[in-house]
Each structure stands twice: as C-alpha cells, then as structure tokens.
C-alpha cells in the first residue's frame, strides 16, 4: 500500500460518513430528508449527461428533454466545445459552411432546457486549432490561458441568469485529454484559476465545478491516479478556486454497497477522494457526480471491449438508484448524480461498441429499465 493510502485509507470513513437521512415522499420518492450542513449538497440529485448538440433536428432535443423532464432528472450535463462556437478565428461566432452563427444551436438547447424545467451544467473544454500549439489535438490546454478567459466571459454574459453551472475542462488526469501530453495537475490548476476568475467577475453567484478525474489506478505519462492528482491539484491551491469538486463513479462490476480500497475501482471509491478534499480543508464543499453508472452490455459481448465490465439490466436498473440512496443516507457531501447517459443519436454510438449499454433511452427514444427505475425513485411515479 503506497503513502497516499497508508495516511488515508484508515480513516477515510470518519473524514466522509457522517450519516444523513432519505425520504420517501410518496411511495419511491428518493430526496434527502435533513439539509445538509455542506451548502452546495442540498440540491435535486437527479441529473443525466445529455448530448443535445450532437442533434440536427429540433423535435429530437425537445423529445430528449421531455423524456428527461418525464423521468424527474433536474440536471444535465451538457458539452459546449469551445472549439466549435468560436472559429476558425478568434472571435469569429459565425459557421461558414452552413452559414449561421454559431451560437444558433447552443441558443436553442438553452431555451429548450428552460422550456422543460431543466437546469444545464455545462462542461466547456476543447480548444480550437487558433488556440493551442500547432499540432495540438484539440484535448491539448490552450496556448494562453487568457484565451479561454475571453471564451469563457463571453459565454457566461451571453447565458448570464440562464446557465449558473460551469465544468472547466474534462479529465485532466488523463494524456488523452491532455493534448497527449503527460498530466500536469499545477497546469490544470492554473487553468482553473484563470477561469474561475473570469466566471465568478461576471456573475459571483455562478458555480465553478472541477474538471472530474477518471478514476484509475495507474501512474505513468498516460494517466495519473486520481488520487495523487488530486492531492498535487490541491497543493497547487485549486481548492481555493472551486465550488464543487467534480467526480466519476462507475461501478464496474460491484454493486453499490461494495466497499471502496485502494486498488479498487467501484463506486464508493469516492470516498477516498472525499478523505483528500478533508485532509486539505475543503470539507465544506460537496461532490457532484460528473459520470455515474453500470453498464449492461449482452452477454456476447467480448470481454476484450468491457471497459466498465458489466451487468444484467436488472442490476443496472438496480444499482444506479440504490447508489443514489446510498449516498443520500450516507454522504452529506454528495450533490447531483449526473447518470452516464440518458441519450446519444445511433450515428454518434453503435451497438458494437460497450458504451452504448450505458444508455437510459435508445436512440429511437424506448426507454430501458434503467429509466423506469429512476422515474420511480425520481417521481414516485411511472408514467411510460
């Protein structure tokens, strides 16, 4: 066992199990009953990440939201690549292919949201070609962070009141979103200051949310533990500079209750991450959920492709609400459960690949028994 765990796997469960209650308001109704004493936890749990931009037609985004809306899902985690609102050039908001501006289609997604009750936690990541070193793929820091900066401002007055969620960037721990560079936890937490900054000078009330980790085991120039990166994160003074902590919790084969090790990836795992957020004084802030879930790829599957392993969709449909309750009886830090995924078109995600068994709602919107079970708990109601 390595020094990060020696120090912390101990007394993980003092630092992050300080039990809360759950209430069933109506038969299935899943809410936590007391407040919370960490602010930013007492919020509707129910989220989904959604793909909307992914769309060409109207109807399928409004569709896509009524059926979150449907199902009790108050959140969703949505992508706003930066890459693909301002280009080419810089501070150029207008596509030349098909002649519109840019904005049209993240415009629409945000009044569609409001239309269906929903609020959007938007992940804003991948730098245009203008933005970062030449030959840089698009997961690559831009060059300058006062680049991301301007995006950022720009973004947040033109959604000000509207959006009041932002993710600043995706898994940094990973080469792979990193420009293929090696993890730099202080770059990230430089780049978090950066935009922190420039969010919170445009609106204080709006909610800086940390790139989440992927949970790994590994340590080398392709990916970094997230424990360690989150302990070096944190020495670079990111803690400073954030609302909430963003996280991913697969379950991979374990069922929710599985407890979590060090040389283990499952959903409590989390609770190591919430012992780093202890140790460095940032038990005030809560973990929002960035990923979350079980996925039910067929039996034929080949094991070669089972990233996440898998489960039977009973269980699938099982575990992601019992996880939920778990962590409402049990972590007062835990916000919102952004479930791994609601809905992605069949030309974006095929039934070859394993990813696609995560989804709540197929393509052609039949919804799978993972989305019945969370209406239940969500709503106290199953209306499909």
Not at 35 to 58: C, H, I, M, Q, R
Not at 248 to 274: M, S
Not at 279 to 299: D, H, M, Q, R, V
Request: proline share 8%.
């Amino acid at each position: 066992m390595g020094p990060l765990s020696r120090r912390r796997f101990g007394r993980f469960l003092g630092a992050a199990l300080a039990a809360s209650a759950v209430t069933a308001c109506g038969e299935g109704l899943l809410r936590r009953s007391q407040p919370s004493p960490v602010k930013l936890a007492n919020v509707n749990p129910w989220g989904a990440n959604t793909f909307l931009d992914l769309e060409v037609e109207t109807w399928k985004r409004k569709k896509t939201l009524a059926m979150a809306a449907a199902a009790g899902i108050h959140w969703i985690k949505q992508h706003f690549p930066w890459s693909d609102i301002e280009g080419p050039t810089q501070a150029q908001f207008f596509d030349p292919v098909n002649r519109r501006p840019t904005w049209t289609k993240y415009d629409e997604i945000v009044k569609l949201a409001e239309e269906a009750g929903v609020e959007i936690i938007a992940r804003v990541d991948r730098a245009p070609a203008w933005a970062r070193s030449p030959g840089r793929p698009s997961t690559a820091p831009p060059e300058s962070l006062q680049d991301y900066v301007a995006f950022l401002t720009t973004l947040a007055l033109r959604y000000r009141g509207r959006i009041r969620h932002y993710q600043i960037w995706n898994e940094p721990n990973l080469a792979a979103d990193w420009g293929d560079a090696p993890p730099d936890p202080k770059a990230y937490a430089a780049l978090l200051r950066a935009a922190s900054a420039a969010l919170k000078a445009v609106d204080r009330d709006i909610v800086v949310i940390s790139a989440p980790m992927a949970a790994t085991l590994e340590d080398s120039p392709r990916a970094l533990n997230e424990l360690l990166y989150l302990e070096r994160m944190f020495e670079a003074g990111a803690g400073d500079w954030l609302d909430v902590l963003a996280a991913n919790a697969f379950g991979l084969e374990y069922p929710p209750e599985a407890e979590p090790d060090p040389h283990v990836l499952n959903f409590r795992r989390v609770e190591l991450t919430r012992a780093v957020m202890t140790e460095f004084g940032l038990a005030g802030k809560p973990i929002w959920f960035n990923e979350y879930g079980w996925n039910a790829s067929p039996t034929w599957f080949e094991p070669a492709k089972l990233v996440w392993r898998r489960v039977t969709e009973d269980q699938q449909a099982q575990w992601t609400v019992r996880g939920v309750e778990y962590a409402l009886a049990n972590w007062p830090w835990a916000g919102v459960f952004n479930i791994w995924f609601l809905r992605k078109p069949i030309d974006a995600l095929g039934p070859d690949q394993s990813e696609f068994y995560f989804r709540m709602v197929d393509p052609d919107f039949t919804p799978r028994l993972v989305y019945r079970s969370v209406q239940k708990a969500a709503t106290g109601r199953s209306s499909l």
